[in-house]
């Protein structure tokens, strides 16, 4: 980086460079740091950050280091400028290396830096971007393998949306790479709502992120500044006071007025900040001063060809050139052939000295050489570059034109945040200009999706034109797409006003269409409504795209909320009119959904299967990558509800690797990883699933389904026993937005129900169940409501005889079975979760049978799924023993023992071991076998241990009792009773009261306590 300072010394921040130095060495043992640089206008951020890439890569160890800008207003809606900057940089200081490590990645890199040939021909793809910023990520994790890279980002108050939201995402996904990002920025920029804020602090709490803000310097530090500017040992005392008074410590003043002091101007200054600031431009000659007002106006950089061509003589442009940057104000940057001011702040001087008549004739200079000679500026900045000069020329005829064009080129770098920009500036010009503007001036219509361009009437047909609803609809679909859908739903409220549904429908019904798929994104419930009337507009119209793609989302919609067979119909007409009309990808997405509707609602899930697997073997040939993978992960997620799941595993992991390799992990790999894991768990590898669940940091998003992973670990948290850990993650997945929707709420209230109910808070695992099971059920969902319903049936069995939890039983377990027929049963896993719901209905009532559990194990086997299958075999063990078959029970609960134990199911394995002792049963091997079986079992609670006072305690404690209840029963005081009940939480290694007494009733430690039966 080159040297741009007045002062040949470096002074002070020592606390900083170590600070950054650390990062660094943290960097390249293999730990991605980032560091966010802040400070004042002129406090020395651009200097400390020299100085630390100097000694960086001074002091070798394989250190690269690169840097790139952030653009001024001059180039506003330039998307990715810093990084495309800081490649090139690279690609200059590496050559072949930074080709090899892009390879297989050109394409979409090649929208960052044309260098590396023709961007993919992918401008519409809505995951094109997800695409880029993978690639950029894997680029930078490639190149940081064998050395440490150091990427520097300046002046980030300037940046635009793109690079935020690329920089972002390279700081959450950059794991394991030997990589240090650095970034400065002005502080005193950032007013309330700037939108650097919310990033900084979203940054900011990352563990992987620190900010550090540089102070301005005191006496002691100018005085040294002032020592190196002046060449002098000792300076003036004095001189130093006054020049630290006037500066306020401001390094960058600090400069400007010693240099004045050396010009002898000591006395001239004025307290104004312009005035000092344009002290040495007006100390140059009036052609130099020229030639500075003109450069301010082109940019933060810009080019020497093109100033070259604003100013007729190139001589007397050069000597201007010379003596600017001979003052140091300008000075050569060392990205291509072009200048930039030394200091923005003396940019921002000169510019804001300018006349507003002389501002906008600079502009227009610059836009009419640029047009004549659009070679003389790069092909990636020369939309953005044009549109901007032309609207600050205050030229609305060619600044409406030109913003429509960039609008299209940022789109085609789908960077959607800058298009969505460019739009906005081009629908405020739209009434400035005149009709014959409107008329023979602008690009036709762009793109949006399915929208249907031509509004015009009969007798002025003319299908180029393009109209102002046209371009509305374009940033409707860059606000969506941008995440700005917000803005997406005022934008499309304001087409819906010219309009007119009665005349054109479809376009009505477009825009309404995508009113409901933003209220869908932001969880609001007008996406039906919405979703209706777009249907109502297009009911009797003739197929089309749009008719099509309405019904798919009408269909798709009902799917997540109340699937009835009008769905199924709905789904069915959109594929076929998809298919005639030839929108493929809308087409397949109707049928994916369809295939989800068929088996929700029918009887026959091989049919639902084949439509969702024929819909995959579509979008493969369609080279479709995210629509492929909705299709992938739709089909996993239903073979694993119907319990197949060695098959879900085999989609699962397809679908990584899908997304892996289109750069689409970030959208769609929290889905794909929760259905894995899933799965995994399901077939007892809960190692495997855990490790999924650990490596899907790098995949997830904030706010994508992250609920879904969250639940998963909850479920394993409680399977190994950590109590606190699984109502941790329960609370993390609770605190999603998306908990309304049934598929993810019901699960996450199975959790619930499960914690409850071990903790011994059995009224508060009641209350779970009851949120679900009072509210309607939509069809379809036997998959998550089977076992919730037969862990809710288990908590009120397990709970039989406790006092508290007696009034109300009847009519939850009378509610558990009304719910439970409203279900069909559509696989065998499905048969066998419905068997083992009757009989723990039948435990819950104590008229429970041996023949009732063994016919829910041999419903289950089929499946094969040691979870379920672990649990009926236990409860048949018990039904066994209890009914005198001993060596029947002993034999299930080996079975039950080795697939707990397989699935790391500690809690299940505990109450297996539990029951066994109890009941004396030797499980190590078949009774006779050398292993004696005694002939009674042990009184309750010997098998923890419990003394006969201590069991007399836990007795009354699983009857609800105080303590000074216990202490007035047995005769003793509160304090010996408090002192039992601490030694029985203890010996049965429980949290609480109330989870020791659960225990004590699931176990059925006392028998003689629960409530008779007519067994």
Same mark, same amino acid.
């Given at each position: 980086?080159?040297?741009?300072?007045?002062?040949?010394?470096?002074?002070?921040?020592?606390?900083?460079?170590?600070?950054?130095?650390?990062?660094?060495?943290?960097?390249?043992?293999?730990?991605?740091?980032?560091?966010?640089?802040?400070? #004042?206008? @002129?406090?020395?951020?651009?200097?400390?950050?020299?100085?630390?890439?100097?000694?960086?890569?001074?002091?070798?160890?394989?250190?690269?280091?690169?840097?790139?800008?952030?653009?001024?207003?001059?180039?506003?809606?330039?998307?990715?400028?810093?990084?495309?900057?800081?490649?090139?940089?690279?690609?200059?200081?590496?050559?072949?290396?930074? =080709?090899?490590?892009?390879?297989?990645?050109?394409?979409?890199?090649?929208?960052?830096?044309?260098?590396?040939?023709?961007?993919?021909?992918?401008?519409?793809?809505?995951?094109?971007?997800?695409?880029?910023?993978?690639?950029?990520?894997?680029?930078?994790?490639?190149?940081? +393998?064998?050395?440490?890279?150091?990427?520097?980002?300046?002046?980030?108050?300037?940046? *635009?949306?793109?690079?935020?939201?690329?920089?972002?995402?390279?700081?959450?996904?950059?794991?394991?790479?030997?990589?240090?990002?650095?970034? +400065?920025?002005?502080?005193?920029?950032?007013?309330?709502?700037?939108?650097?804020?919310?990033?900084?602090?979203?940054?900011?709490?990352? $563990? /992987?992120?620190?900010?550090?803000?540089? =102070?301005?310097?005191?006496?002691?530090?100018?005085?040294?500044?002032?020592?190196?500017?002046?060449?002098?040992?000792?300076?003036?005392?004095?001189?130093?006071?006054?020049?630290?008074?006037?500066?306020?410590?401001?390094?960058?003043?600090?400069?400007?007025?010693?240099?004045?002091?050396?010009?002898?101007?000591?006395?001239?200054?004025?307290?104004?900040?312009?005035?000092?600031?344009?002290?040495?431009?007006?100390?140059?000659?009036?052609?130099?001063?020229?030639?500075?007002?003109?450069?301010? #106006?082109? @940019?933060?950089?810009?080019?020497?060809?093109?100033?070259?061509?604003?100013?007729?003589?190139?001589?007397?442009?050069?000597?201007?050139?010379?003596?600017?940057?001979?003052?140091?104000?300008?000075?050569?940057?060392? *990205?291509?052939?072009?200048?930039?001011?030394?200091?923005?702040?003396?940019?921002?001087?000169?510019?804001?000295?300018?006349?507003?008549?002389?501002?906008?004739?600079?502009? $227009?200079?610059?836009?009419?050489?640029?047009?004549?000679?659009?070679?003389?500026?790069?092909?990636?900045?020369?939309?953005?570059?044009?549109?901007?000069?032309?609207?600050?020329?205050?030229?609305?005829?060619?600044?409406?034109?030109?913003?429509?064009?960039?609008?299209?080129?940022?789109?085609?770098?789908?960077?959607?945040?800058?298009?969505?920009?460019?739009?906005?500036?081009?629908?405020?010009?739209?009434?400035?200009?005149?009709?014959?503007?409107?008329?023979?001036?602008?690009?036709?219509?762009?793109?949006?999706?399915?929208?249907?361009?031509?509004?015009?009437?009969?007798?002025?047909?003319?299908?180029?034109?393009?109209?102002?609803?046209?371009?509305?609809?374009?940033?409707?679909?860059?606000?969506?797409?941008?995440?700005?859908?917000? $803005?997406?739903?005022?934008?499309?409220?304001?087409?819906?006003?010219?309009?007119?549904?009665?005349?054109?429908?479809?376009? %009505?019904?477009?825009?309404?269409?995508?009113?409901?798929?933003?209220?869908?994104?932001?969880?609001?419930?007008?996406?039906?409504? #919405?979703?209706?009337?777009?249907?109502?507009?297009?009911?009797?119209?003739?197929?089309?795209?749009?008719?099509?793609?309405?019904?798919?989302?009408?269909?798709?919609?009902?799917?997540?909320?109340?699937?009835?067979?009008?769905?199924?119909?709905?789904?069915?007409?959109?594929?076929?009119?998809?298919?005639?009309?030839?929108?493929?990808?809308?087409?397949?997405?109707?049928?994916?959904?369809?295939?989800?509707?068929?088996?929700?609602?029918?009887?026959?899930?091989?049919?639902?299967?084949?439509?969702?697997?024929?819909?995959?073997?579509?979008?493969?040939?369609?080279?479709?990558?995210?629509?492929?993978?909705?299709?992938?992960?739709?089909?996993?997620?239903?073979?694993?509800?119907?319990?197949?799941? !060695?098959?879900?595993?085999?989609?699962?992991?397809?679908?990584?690797?899908?997304?892996?390799?289109?750069?689409?992990?970030?959208?769609?790999?929290?889905?794909?990883?929760?259905?894995?894991? !899933?799965?995994?768990?399901?077939?007892?590898? /809960?190692?495997?699933?855990? #490790?999924?669940?650990?490596?899907?940091?790098?995949?997830?998003?904030?706010?994508?389904?992250?609920?879904?992973?969250?639940?998963?670990?909850?479920?394993?948290?409680?399977?190994?026993?950590?109590?606190?850990? %699984?109502?941790?993650?329960?609370?993390?997945?609770?605190?999603?937005?998306?908990?309304?929707?049934?598929?993810?709420?019901?699960?996450?209230?199975?959790?619930?129900?499960?914690?409850?109910?071990?903790?011994?808070?059995?009224?508060?695992?009641?209350?779970?169940?009851?949120?679900?099971?009072?509210?309607?059920?939509?069809?379809?969902?036997?998959?998550?409501?089977?076992?919730?319903?037969?862990?809710?049936?288990?908590?009120?069995?397990?709970?039989?005889?406790?006092? !508290?939890?007696?009034?109300?039983?009847?009519?939850?377990?009378?509610?558990?079975?009304?719910?439970?027929?409203?279900?069909?049963?559509?696989?065998?896993?499905?048969?066998?979760?419905?068997?083992?719901?009757?009989?723990?209905?039948?435990?819950?009532?104590?008229?429970?049978?041996?023949?009732?559990?063994?016919?829910?194990?041999?419903?289950?086997?089929?499946?094969?799924?040691?979870?379920?299958?672990?649990?009926?075999?236990?409860?048949?063990?018990?039904?066994?023993?209890?009914?005198?078959?001993?060596?029947?029970?002993?034999?299930?609960?080996?079975?039950?023992?080795?697939?707990?134990?397989?699935?790391? *199911?500690?809690?299940?394995?505990?109450?297996? /071991?539990?029951?066994?002792?109890?009941?004396?049963?030797?499980?190590?091997?078949?009774?006779?076998?050398?292993?004696?079986?005694?002939?009674?079992?042990?009184?309750?609670?010997?098998?923890?241990?419990?003394?006969?006072?201590?069991?007399?305690?836990?007795?009354?404690? &699983?009857?609800?009792?105080?303590?000074?209840?216990?202490?007035?029963?047995?005769?003793?005081?509160?304090? /010996?009773?408090?002192?039992?009940?601490?030694?029985?939480?203890?010996?049965?290694?429980?949290?609480?009261?109330?989870?020791?007494?659960?225990? &004590?009733?699931?176990?059925?430690?006392?028998?003689?306590?629960?409530?008779?039966?007519?067994?």
């Amino acid at each position: 980086m080159q040297q741009i300072s007045v002062s040949p010394v470096f002074v002070g921040r020592g606390t900083e460079i170590t600070e950054l130095t650390d990062a660094l060495k943290r960097a390249g043992s293999g730990s991605p740091q980032t560091v966010l640089v802040g400070g #004042e206008a @002129g406090v020395g951020k651009t200097r400390l950050l020299e100085e630390f890439l100097a000694r960086a890569a001074a002091d070798g160890g394989g250190v690269v280091t690169t840097v790139g800008g952030c653009l001024e207003v001059g180039a506003e809606g330039l998307p990715y400028a810093p990084l495309s900057s800081a490649l090139r940089r690279l690609h200059r200081g590496l050559g072949t290396e930074l =080709e090899v490590a892009a390879a297989g990645m050109e394409g979409h890199l090649a929208r960052l830096l044309p260098d590396f040939g023709e961007a993919d021909g992918e401008p519409n793809d809505e995951y094109g971007r997800a695409r880029l910023f993978e690639h950029t990520a894997r680029l930078f994790e490639r190149l940081g +393998t064998d050395r440490t890279l150091v990427l520097a980002v300046e002046d980030l108050h300037w940046s *635009d949306r793109s690079t935020r939201e690329l920089l972002a995402y390279l700081v959450r996904t950059l794991h394991r790479a030997r990589v240090l990002l650095v970034a +400065t920025y002005r502080t005193d920029d950032l007013h309330r709502r700037h939108p650097l804020r919310p990033f900084l602090a979203e940054l900011e709490r990352l $563990r /992987t992120v620190q900010r550090m803000e540089l =102070e301005r310097f005191g006496p002691g530090e100018v005085a040294a500044q002032l020592a190196g500017i002046l060449g002098t040992a000792d300076p003036d005392r004095q001189l130093v006071d006054r020049i630290h008074r006037r500066s306020e410590g401001n390094p960058f003043f600090v400069e400007e007025l010693a240099t004045a002091f050396q010009d002898g101007c000591s006395a001239g200054l004025t307290d104004s900040l312009r005035d000092i600031l344009l002290v040495r431009v007006e100390a140059l000659d009036e052609e130099t001063q020229r030639v500075l007002r003109i450069a301010a #106006e082109g @940019g933060s950089y810009v080019e020497h060809a093109l100033l070259a061509a604003v100013l007729d003589d190139e001589e007397e442009l050069i000597e201007s050139l010379r003596a600017a940057v001979g003052a140091n104000i300008l000075r050569p940057d060392t *990205d291509g052939d072009g200048y930039r001011f030394r200091h923005a702040l003396v940019r921002e001087a000169v510019s804001d000295d300018l006349l507003p008549g002389e501002r906008h004739r600079i502009n $227009r200079r610059f836009a009419t050489a640029l047009e004549a000679q659009p070679h003389l500026v790069g092909s990636d900045v020369r939309p953005a570059r044009l549109a901007n000069y032309w609207y600050h020329a205050h030229d609305p005829a060619r600044a409406l034109p030109s913003a429509l064009d960039a609008a299209r080129a940022a789109r085609r770098r789908n960077a959607f945040a800058e298009q969505l920009r460019m739009l906005e500036r081009a629908l405020e010009l739209w009434d400035q200009v005149s009709e014959e503007v409107l008329a023979h001036t602008l690009r036709p219509y762009d793109w949006a999706e399915t929208y249907p361009p031509c509004s015009c009437d009969v007798v002025t047909h003319d299908p180029e034109r393009l109209q102002l609803v046209d371009v509305l609809a374009e940033a409707v679909v860059a606000a969506r797409r941008s995440g700005d859908r917000e $803005r997406g739903l005022s934008l499309s409220r304001r087409a819906l006003k010219l309009v007119d549904e009665t005349k054109d429908p479809a376009r %009505a019904a477009w825009f309404r269409m995508n009113r409901a798929r933003m209220f869908g994104h932001l969880n609001r419930s007008k996406d039906q409504d #919405e979703a209706a009337y777009a249907r109502r507009l297009v009911e009797q119209l003739p197929p089309s795209a749009v008719q099509a793609e309405v019904f798919a989302l009408s269909a798709g919609i009902a799917m997540l909320n109340s699937p009835t067979g009008e769905s199924v119909e709905l789904a069915e007409r959109a594929a076929a009119i998809a298919r005639e009309v030839g929108a493929h990808a809308v087409e397949q997405h109707a049928r994916m959904t369809l295939g989800t509707l068929r088996n929700d609602l029918g009887n026959d899930p091989e049919a639902a299967v084949a439509e969702l697997s024929a819909a995959v073997a579509a979008t493969r040939e369609l080279g479709v990558p995210d629509l492929m993978l909705r299709g992938l992960n739709n089909l996993a997620s239903l073979l694993q509800s119907l319990g197949r799941a !060695e098959e879900a595993v085999v989609l699962a992991r397809e679908g990584l690797e899908t997304a892996d390799g289109n750069g689409l992990l970030r959208n769609i790999g929290t889905l794909l990883v929760g259905n894995l894991a !899933e799965a995994l768990m399901d077939l007892g590898r /809960t190692e495997e699933a855990a #490790e999924a669940l650990a490596g899907a940091e790098r995949t997830q998003q904030p706010g994508s389904h992250a609920e879904f992973l969250d639940r998963l670990r909850g479920e394993l948290a409680l399977m190994s026993g950590d109590l606190p850990s %699984a109502a941790g993650m329960l609370a993390q997945a609770r605190a999603s937005d998306r908990v309304c929707q049934f598929q993810h709420s019901v699960p996450i209230s199975r959790l619930a129900v499960l914690i409850a109910a071990r903790s011994g808070r059995l009224l508060e695992a009641r209350a779970e169940l009851l949120a679900v099971i009072d509210n309607p059920i939509p069809a379809g969902n036997e998959a998550a409501l089977y076992p919730l319903l037969v862990d809710g049936a288990a908590a009120e069995a397990d709970s039989r005889g406790l006092p !508290e939890a007696g009034p109300g039983r009847a009519e939850v377990l009378a509610k558990i079975a009304a719910v439970a027929a409203l279900l069909t049963p559509k696989a065998s896993l499905h048969h066998g979760w419905a068997r083992l719901l009757e009989a723990e209905l039948a435990r819950a009532e104590d008229r429970d049978t041996p023949a009732q559990w063994t016919a829910a194990v041999e419903a289950l086997r089929p499946a094969g799924l040691p979870g379920p299958l672990a649990a009926a075999l236990l409860r048949a063990g018990e039904a066994e023993v209890l009914a005198g078959h001993r060596e029947a029970g002993a034999e299930l609960l080996r079975e039950a023992r080795k697939l707990a134990g397989a699935r790391s *199911d500690t809690a299940l394995l505990a109450e297996v /071991t539990a029951l066994a002792e109890r009941a004396g049963l030797a499980l190590s091997g078949r009774a006779g076998a050398g292993a004696p079986v005694p002939a009674a079992p042990p009184s309750g609670g010997d098998s923890f241990g419990l003394t006969p006072r201590e069991r007399d305690v836990l007795r009354l404690l &699983a009857r609800g009792r105080t303590n000074r209840q216990i202490a007035e029963e047995l005769y003793i005081s509160p304090k /010996t009773a408090s002192v039992h009940v601490s030694n029985i939480l203890g010996k049965l290694a429980v949290a609480g009261r109330g989870e020791a007494g659960a225990l &004590a009733h699931r176990l059925r430690l006392f028998p003689e306590d629960l409530a008779p039966a007519g067994r």
